[in-house]
């Protein structure tokens, strides 16, 4: 006489559930690596650290810029210290012949911010997030310390600085010369 059988057995259903929890782990892993996750996240954080200090040299009526050591993989921001009034009313010349109508020789010193800005900080997924590259301009520059300028109208320097994660997937995060806007670009990935 056969028995008729309904339903899984107790094992039976622990395989399944064991293999769908497999399954979705190793899918979840890849989604958070494969994905461009932390580089996306370190985009918009640099982005919107880039965006403070443009919004800060308004604020304060002093040029900041923002420096990166490519070599250290930090970055810090720092001041300018607007120089001392060179002109003393009371040692002006007597006469025409003894004015300087040279342009004035830029002596601009810049200083570290005293905040936590002013510190040199990583990137927030330095493990897994570098910047590869910094343009200014037509410069290209991936090694030592290069300097972001960010002027009191709100306008900055035009500036692509590209970050790489390990898996070498690219971001882009562009400023734009006299407006002072930040865009985060993704290049189209190669096959």
Do not use: C
Not at 27 to 44: C, D, E, K, L, Q
């Amino acid at each position: 006489m056969s028995r008729r059988r309904d339903g899984f057995t107790l094992l039976e259903l622990m395989i399944v559930i064991f293999l769908i929890v497999l399954i979705t782990g190793v899918f979840v892993g890849s989604i958070g690596t494969g994905f461009g996750v932390h580089i996306r996240n370190s985009a918009r954080s640099l982005a919107a650290e880039l965006e403070y200090v443009s919004q800060r040299a308004v604020t304060t009526g002093h040029t900041q810029r923002f420096v990166m050591d490519l070599d250290h993989q930090v970055f810090r921001v720092e001041m300018q210290v607007p120089p001392p009034d060179e002109v003393d009313p009371n040692n002006l010349p007597t006469h025409a012949e003894g004015l300087s109508l040279a342009p004035p020789i830029d002596q601009h010193q810049f200083v570290p911010v005293d905040t936590s800005l002013g510190q040199w900080r990583a990137l927030d997924d330095a493990d897994e997030v570098t910047i590869r590259e910094v343009r200014l301009g037509t410069e290209k520059r991936s090694e030592g310390v290069v300097a972001v300028g960010f002027s009191i109208d709100g306008s900055t320097d035009p500036a692509e600085i590209w970050l790489r994660d390990s898996t070498g997937f690219d971001v882009r995060v562009r400023l734009v010369a006299f407006t002072g806007e930040i865009h985060i670009e993704e290049p189209p990935r190669e096959p």
